[in-house]
């Protein structure tokens, strides 16, 4: 009888908190299709036009070209520099990745707006584009996602000896990094990749304060959009939400793929 | 007729501050088995990977077929390497696993064809060609990773514990596998082990390593037989290492000042006297332990005066039971003498 009680008591909770999670993303899909939603319990009616008037909007256009930018660009520089760092303390020397977890942590523990004064002040008076300190920012910001990502790759094998074999095979280091280590944790990269340019893409404090009005991102643009209207502003977030619930899927279906992969391998060695 | 193909002089290598092998020197002989042995530590792989090319933050001397190549690229030298692991490419078939170097060498594809199917047969893998590592058992893998070294016809082959991973059985299938094959293809072979029974089953040679040098090489008889010194009289086999006074305890005549430790190999015990009394040393005692090894057993006894010792018989012979009182003999000949 108080099993049952405990059941239904977790039950409520979780639908309650399901429903504080969930009823905003519903109120603002539906708020982003309704023709008109003033004072009544549901819209008077729906439409696409909002959709319409986002999609032919040339700032919304532009903004969403600089986010791609921002998230391409600053994955190309996180992949280039930390994918070197993280294959070297794996294969080389792990006993730098205890060094290597503290500095990862550090974005966590140092809050945006201190990064960005500290950024300013160093850099203001240098010749760097600013864009250039924003994407390293960025990139830097994005650094427990990415090496995390790209570290679980290299768990899978033995790199440190396949890298070695493929020199004894005849390879220089730089094709037996790219024939041999590269494909081995592609799956890992490519996460790696989505998380980067996810996190790139949804940057808002470091963009506005360093390049501001200069560089207007989808962030940037939702914000505005959110001051002055309300409904095309909730598309753009209906929109952002969807195009972060394809990555996440996505993800999740390569994970799920990974997972079902090695039962199948521990299934296949125990056949053996 | 064999002649010296690889030559290590006054190597010397420093990880981490620490200088792990110290003016190490040896020589192996062409188409021959060399076995490093040696227990954890003692530096058996670094020195491997030296002559891999793998480390090269070396001094000394490394001379392959007359050549040095201690300056070399790991690439550069025609070695082949097994690693423990095996170091498969998980994504390649065992054909295109096999193939890789015979790739890197741009050979035509008729040529890696003939070869990669030449010598996956020749490690029976035939049926195997399409598979990919993640469907292989550990001895398929293990050979794979043997043919796809073979098959560059490398002047060395170096294996570092290559059958360490696997289960007994086929630890010493692949064992002699491995010895068939550098026969049948005439490779001159250098196999790292810790294992002694590996190493005295297949070697042609042996070359006992500790604390980064090497104590001891010579053919397995040789190196059990006669080890120099107290490590390798306690690393080899399963000898009775005595001091000269304990021998003295034993009626051998030993010089007073003579500070040498001696040998009785368990296995040169007898129960009876064959010939001569007076070539005997007689060792009376009682039985304190026995273990069964198979085709022998270790008695395990305290003497008279107080010594403990081993001896070994084969299992058809007599067998004694434990406190039974025994006297065992052993032939003043076969005790060695060994330094220090």
Redesign the interface.
Known sequence: MEKHADKVIAKIVITLISVYLVAPIIATIMYSFAKSWVNTILPDGWTLEWYLQLVTNSDFLSALVRSIILGIVTTIIAMCCFLPVVFYANVYDESIKARLRFITVLPFTIPGIVLVTGLVRVYANLPIPQMLVLLLAISLLSLPVTYQALDNAFIA??FR??F?????????PL?AFVK?VI??IRVGMFIAMLLTFTSAFGEYVLTNIILGGNYETLKIYMYRLMQSNGQASSVLTTVYFFFLAIISIIMIAIMKRQGNKKVE?VG??KK? | MSSIFLEVKDLSINLSGNQVIKDMNFKIQKNTLTTFLGPSGSGKTTVLRAIAGLNQKISGKILLDGKEIQNLAANQRNIGMIFQSYALFPNLSVFENVAYGLRVRKESNAVIKEKVGAILKTVNLQDKEQSYPENLSGGQKQRVAIARAMVLEPKILLLDEPLSALDAKIRIELRNQIREYQQRLGITMLFVTHDQAEAMAISDEIIVMDNGKVQQQGSPLEIYKHPQNIFMAKFIGNHNILEAGQLRSLGVEVAENDKSSFIIRPELFQTNITGDSDDYIVVSGNIKNISILGDRIEYRLTSDNGLELKAEFLNQQQTFTVGKAVKFYVRKGDIEKVGF
């Open positions: 094998h033995d000896a396949m070695e074999q493929a020199l004894i095979l005849g390879d220089s094709k041999v494909p081995n391998e296949d060695t053996l």
